[in-house]
Nanobody, 128 residues
Framework: QVQLVESGGGSVQAGGSLRLSCAAS????????MGWFRQAPGNEREGVAS????????NYADSVKGRFTISRDNAKNTLYLEMNSLKPEDSAMYYC?????????????????????WGQGTQVTVSS
């Protein structure tokens, strides 16, 4: 069973950048599709970006396209989210999540219920 730990969150001003990391243990990340999700107070958890097992395919929410980049380093068992041009509406708890490779093409990339493993989250706060 894979365990996920996020890091890299913090407080920045609008227009700033952050890089989130998600370190995996207990399993080889290359067997999992990965995703970043976020949840602001009072809102449902939403998909931010996803990436295929080998990193060859990515998906993004419209709200972050052109500003965020998801990537992975399977040799380091780590997932990343580079966030640029941050806006106050990006403020949320950010979670990384994983699902086994045979579930990768089973439904919409942003469907929360498809992901089996979740980290504890890292807070991102963007001030105007």
């Amino acid at each position: 069973q894979v365990q996920l730990v996020e890091s890299g969150g913090g407080s920045v001003q609008a227009g700033g950048s952050l890089r989130l990391s998600c370190a995996a243990s207990g399993g080889a990340l290359r067997y999992y599709c990965m995703g970043w999700f976020r949840q602001a107070p009072g809102n449902e958890r939403e998909g931010v970006a996803s990436i295929s097992t080998d990193g060859g395919s990515t998906n993004y929410a419209d709200s972050v396209k052109g500003r965020f980049t998801i990537s992975r380093d399977n040799a380091k068992n780590t997932l990343y989210l580079e966030m640029n041009s941050l806006k106050p509406e990006d403020s949320a708890m950010y979670y990384c999540a994983a699902k086994r490779y045979f579930l990768c093409n089973g439904g919409p990339w942003y469907r929360v219920s498809d992901f089996t493993y979740w980290g504890q989250g890292t807070q991102v706060t963007v001030s105007s």
